[in-house]
């Protein structure tokens, strides 16, 4: 397909288990971002990846939290131990390269997310 | 560090009102600005862009904002609003242009449009 893909679309999960997300971003798009979208808290930015690597992971909430991204494409984030205050929307964007297009420089293309639901 | 400030949360207005959406950053140098909207049970997705020249920025759907660089501000603004406008608006911006593309998003504001 031509956008952003997740998967799981939905995910219930029971207290201290992990979990794997996995994002597929548009093909050519060597950014790629996760964010976590909490009722009432708007977007909370994650980890953001420029190829395979994480320049700014600032956003991770603490070190339950991981994200890889491998061949500059799929990514997924992991969680560990999941606890009940993990659940929401994990969203995962991805834009172009800078330079490709002007006018398309930093539009980030948004995937449906994916509802986690720790139990 | 860049921040975005949307103060209204909730706005709820009647069709054929007109809508301002307010937006604030933090950021002194050049911006990239943004309004995406969430649509209900819809992705997020691209109303509008600044990045230079023409302070008025018009997008989809008849939706309109204006950078205002004095005001570090870039309100979202529509002459008359239908049902189908009904959503949560976010504002971003992105204070690197040309490196990092880390855009930071504000709070949203649900906007919820009565027949």
């Known amino acids: 397909g031509a956008g952003v893909s997740q998967s799981p679309s939905n995910k219930v999960t029971e207290k201290g288990k992990d979990v794997e997300l996995r994002c597929d971003p548009i093909?050519?798009?060597?950014?790629l971002y996760w964010y976590r979208q909490s009722l009432g808290q708007g977007l909370e930015f994650l980890i953001y990846f420029q190829g395979n690597s994480a320049p700014d992971k600032s956003g991770l909430p603490s070190d339950r939290f991981s994200a890889e991204r491998t061949g500059g494409s799929v990514s997924t984030l992991t969680i560990q131990r999941t606890q009940q205050e993990d659940s929401a929307v994990y969203l995962c964007a991805s834009s172009s390269k800078p330079g490709t297009s002007w006018s398309s420089y930093n539009e980030q293309f948004f995937g449906p997310g994916t509802r986690l639901t720790v139990l | 560090a860049q921040s975005v400030s949307q103060h209204n949360h909730h706005v709820i207005l009647s069709e054929a009102a007109s809508l301002e959406l307010g937006c604030n950053y933090s950021?002194?140098?050049?911006?990239?600005l943004f309004w995406y909207v969430q649509y209900p049970g819809q992705h997020l997705q691209l109303l509008l862009k600044?990045?230079?020249?023409?302070?008025l920025v018009k997008g989809i759907k008849g939706f309109e904002a204006e950078f205002i660089k004095s005001k570090f501000s870039f309100n979202l603004r529509k002459p008359s609003v239908q049902w189908s406008d009904t959503a949560e608006y976010f504002c971003?911006?992105?204070?690197?242009?040309?490196?990092?593309?880390?855009?930071?998003f504000g709070t949203g504001t649900k906007l919820q449009v009565i027949p």
């Open positions: 600044y990045f230079s020249g023409d302070p």
């Open positions: 971003a911006v992105n204070a690197s242009p040309g490196g990092y593309q880390k855009v930071t």
């Open positions: 093909s050519g798009h060597t950014a």
């Open positions: 950021y002194g140098g050049t911006v990239n």
